[in-house]
């Protein structure tokens, strides 16, 4: 397996490549790479138990899943744009990870259990959380997963517009990259 930093690179190479083509994410913020999608991503470490197991919504290009991958989680890959996807399995690849697994359609997991459920950039809280529960349901855990999501400044409003639907637990902690984001831990989801 390569090291971190060289995977880190390899993958800013790929993305760099792929990104001219298939506009995997906003061409402006590739210069920005290093804290806008790499550090946004990899702060998620330190709210991981050792050994988690990750399913991770709305893959896209990469982030967090593939940044947790290189940091040697098992993730599972949630993307369903098949672009995206032979990107995701190209970098896998390339990385040579062998922590990774791939699924399409996050709202029809019921695959192996799962202790935490990441996203970035994916959709609002309110679907993030009806997913949680099918997973928690479907893969019959001895526990339920856990959501840990990177959020934007809408982050309250989100949460205000989820307890109309589900009754959770909520940690709010604040983005190592930017002011106005959070990363929000859910726990306890169960709905009305």
């Not at 949630?78 to 990774?100: A, D, G, P, W, Y």
């Not at 697994?101 to 959380?129: C, G």
Request: positive net charge.
């Amino acid at each position: 397996m390569l090291a971190l930093n060289s995977q880190k690179q390899l993958f800013f190479d790929l993305l760099c490549r792929w990104n001219a083509a298939y506009n995997l994410i906003q061409k402006n913020t590739l210069d920005d790479f290093e804290v806008r999608h790499w550090l946004d991503s990899y702060q998620l470490v330190s709210y991981l138990p050792k050994n988690a197991r990750i399913l991770d919504i709305g893959s896209g290009a990469g982030f967090p899943g593939l940044v947790l991958a290189m940091a040697g989680f098992h993730v599972t890959l949630c993307e369903i744009n098949q672009k995206k996807m032979t990107f995701l399995k190209e970098v896998s690849r390339q990385c040579h990870l062998e922590n990774i697994s791939f699924f399409e359609d996050a709202y029809n997991y019921k695959k192996e259990a799962v202790d935490v459920i990441t996203s970035r950039a994916f959709a609002d809280l309110s679907v993030l959380l009806s997913i949680l529960e099918s997973v928690s349901r479907e893969t019959k855990s001895s526990r339920s997963p856990f959501g840990l999501f990177l959020k934007g400044r809408t982050y309250k409003e989100e949460i205000s517009e989820a307890r109309k639907k589900y009754n959770f637990d909520v940690e709010i902690y604040p983005s190592q990259t930017s002011k106005e984001s959070a990363i929000l831990k859910i726990t306890n989801l169960k709905p009305y």
